[in-house]
T-cell receptor, first 120, second 110 residues
C-alpha cells in the first residue's frame, strides 16, 4: 500500500532554515506529482507547493514563494522541502501528499506529517 | 489565493444528514469542476473522500456525496455515524496551477 513518511521537523528560530524529507513506498514514485501541504495549529489546510514527476514543473503558494524550494530524488523515492527565512507564521504540521495533477487536482494519499515550530 | 469559506462547525444526530458548504469565487470553485473534500480525525492525516465535485474514491461509503452550484460546493453526509465526527476540508483548483483550501468544518455527531 502507499506509504508516505515525513521527517525533519524541528524547533527553529525565526530567520532560520530547515529541510524536510518525505520517503515514499508502495507505488512508482517517479510516475506521480507530489505536493507539500501544511496546517497551522488549530487551523485549516494550506497548499504550499507541488512538483511534477520529472521535477520539470513546480509551483508555490504566494506565502512561501522565494523562501521555500521543493525538489525530489526519484532514484531514492524521496521528496524534499527546503525552507529558508522561516517566520513564526510558518509554524505548522507539514504533510507530503501524492498529487493527482492530471485527473482532478486532488491529493489521494497523505503522510502523517512533521511539526515545524518557528519560535525564538 | 484567498481561502475558501466553510462554516466552522456543523452537527447532527446519528442517522441524520448534514451538509457542509464551501464557498469560493468564479476563479476557483465556480470556474472549475475540481473540488475535493478531505476528512481528518484528530491527530491524523487528512483522507480524500470526494474529488472532482462528485466522485468517491474506492472504499469511501456512498453516505458521502458532493455537489456544486455556482461558487458553492457542498458535502453531504447521510446516515450519520459516530466515526463521521471529524474535521472536513474542501479544496479547489484555482487556476494557474494553484490550489486553495477552505478553513475546515468540525462535524459533531450529537
Amino acid at each position: 500500500q502507499v506509504q508516505l513518511v515525513e521527517s525533519g521537523g524541528d524547533l527553529v528560530k525565526p530567520g532560520g532554515s530547515l529541510r524536510l524529507s518525505c520517503t515514499a513506498s508502495g507505488f512508482i514514485f517517479s510516475d506521480f506529482y507530489m505536493s507539500w501541504i501544511r496546517q497551522a495549529p488549530g487551523k485549516g489546510l494550506e497548499w504550499i507547493s507541488y512538483i511534477s514527476s520529472s521535477a520539470s514543473s513546480k509551483n508555490y503558494a504566494d506565502s512561501v514563494k522565494g523562501r521555500f524550494t521543493i525538489s525530489r530524488d526519484n532514484a531514492k523515492n524521496s521528496l524534499f522541502l527546503q525552507m529558508n527565512s522561516l517566520r513564526v507564521e510558518d509554524t505548522a504540521v507539514y504533510y507530503c501528499a501524492r498529487y493527482d495533477f492530471w485527473n482532478g487536482y486532488y491529493f489521494d494519499n497523505w503522510g502523517q506529517g512533521t511539526l515545524i515550530t518557528v519560535s525564538s | 489565493q484567498s481561502a475558501l469559506t466553510q462554516p466552522p462547525s456543523a452537527s447532527g444526530s446519528p442517522g441524520q444528514s448534514v451538509t457542509i458548504s464551501c464557498t469560493g469565487t468564479g476563479s476557483d470553485v465556480g470556474g472549475y469542476d475540481y473540488v475535493s473534500w478531505y476528512q481528518q480525525h484528530p491527530g491524523k492525516a487528512p483522507k480524500l473522500i470526494i474529488y472532482e465535485v462528485i466522485k468517491r474514491p474506492s472504499g469511501v461509503p456512498d453516505r458521502f456525496s458532493g455537489s456544486k452550484s455556482g461558487n458553492t460546493a457542498s458535502l453531504t453526509v447521510s446516515g450519520l455515524q459516530p466515526d463521521d465526527e471529524a474535521d472536513y476540508h474542501c479544496s479547489s483548483y484555482a487556476g494557474r496551477n494553484n490550489l486553495v483550501f477552505g478553513g475546515g468544518t468540525k462535524l459533531t455527531v450529537l
